[in-house]
């Protein structure tokens, strides 16, 4: 995880994926230390660079469905492409995942994301959270990697990290948005968590094994305050005006019979209305893929005879490419 300073570092040797059999792994419940204050006893504005995953469609009665652009039209140039899963099954109060951090050489009008999220819609009223690392130039002036926040509440108010009044920050160590150091050889994982506090009705930003980064206050929200309809995690990318779509996660498409060779999410959990944990998958998922074209998502096996440390996971990614229309 991230030391004391405040630029984020490797955590390769902390994740599941690279940890030995019989390693500690720290959870939302078993963090409690921070989680407890926030969850009692219970252990992006929408831009054309950050699509909002839909938020009122009702939940299927499939385990997993595939969400794609109907009448085969090609997407309009400068839009964006998702890869990821979700669940319409709320109310929920949190969301969890381990999630690698990537480099990626993209354009200057290119963007590229990789994130958890919770939202709430009614009628074209959304309110939303998310969180994690993104690539792009266009926001932050330079080519590198870049961890984030973003809200988008009531009456249509939201920004990124602290560009607007509304998140606060508490932690003295580590910041909502810091570029992210690569040392050589090492992986470098986020460990995030987003759930709304038992007592204030807050929404909390923790990085789970170091601390909780700050909180989006209650009033800032109208369709939040129960918890959220709808939690995910995935990656999304945003399109030159040309139409050119950068690569997503490591820039290869996912094989389920080697998930170390693309982009993942891990272990991702969420809290039910009671604030009690499960496996995200413990009701019924929807994978997200409108550009199959450029990008895939694979749900994780469990491989034979091998200890399953990554929970519920799974892989995505892409090249992009000049035609990711459906």
């Not at 050589?184 to 909390?204: C, E, F, M, P, R």
Request: proline letters at 8%; charged letters at 15%.
């Amino acid at each position: 995880m991230r030391p004391s300073n405040s630029k984020a570092t490797a955590a390769g040797t902390s994740h599941p994926m690279d940890m030995q059999e019989g390693s500690p792994l720290r959870s939302l419940s078993e963090d409690r230390a921070h989680v407890s204050l926030r969850l009692g006893n219970m252990p992006a504005l929408p831009t054309p660079e950050s699509p909002l995953p839909a938020l009122s469609k009702a939940a299927g009665k499939q385990k997993m469905t595939r969400a794609t652009p109907k009448g085969g039209s090609q997407k309009p140039a400068g839009m964006g492409a998702i890869a990821g899963v979700r669940s319409h099954n709320g109310p929920y109060r949190g969301v969890e995942a381990w999630f690698d951090v990537l480099q990626q050489d993209i354009a200057k009008d290119q963007a590229s994301y990789s994130s958890i999220y919770i939202g709430s819609g009614s009628n074209n009223e959304i309110n939303f959270i998310s969180a994690g690392w993104m690539v792009n130039p266009s926001l932050f002036g330079d080519g590198r990697t870049w961890t984030y926040g973003f809200w988008k509440g009531k009456d249509g108010k939201g920004c990124y990290n602290t560009a607007c009044s509304g998140f606060v920050h508490v932690s003295k160590t580590i910041p909502i948005v810091q570029p992210i150091d690569f040392p050589a050889g090492k992986t470098v994982w986020l460990h995030y968590s987003i759930h709304q506090d038992k007592n204030t009705g807050n929404w909390w930003l923790t990085e789970l094994g170091s601390g909780d980064i700050g909180y989006w206050p209650k009033k800032l929200f109208n369709l939040l305050n129960n918890g959220a309809n709808m939690v995910g995690a995935g990656g999304t990318v945003q399109a030159s005006p040309s139409g050119s779509s950068p690569p997503m996660g490591k820039g290869q498409f996912p094989n389920v019979n080697s998930p170390e060779k693309s982009a993942g999410f891990t272990n991702i959990e969420v809290l039910d209305s009671n604030y009690k944990q499960h496996k995200m998958n413990y009701v019924p998922t929807e994978v997200v893929l409108d550009s199959p074209k450029c990008y895939g998502l694979t749900i994780g096996k469990k491989f034979f005879l091998q200890p399953n440390r990554l929970g519920f996971y799974f892989n995505y990614g892409g090249p992009g490419g000049n035609s990711c229309g459906v």
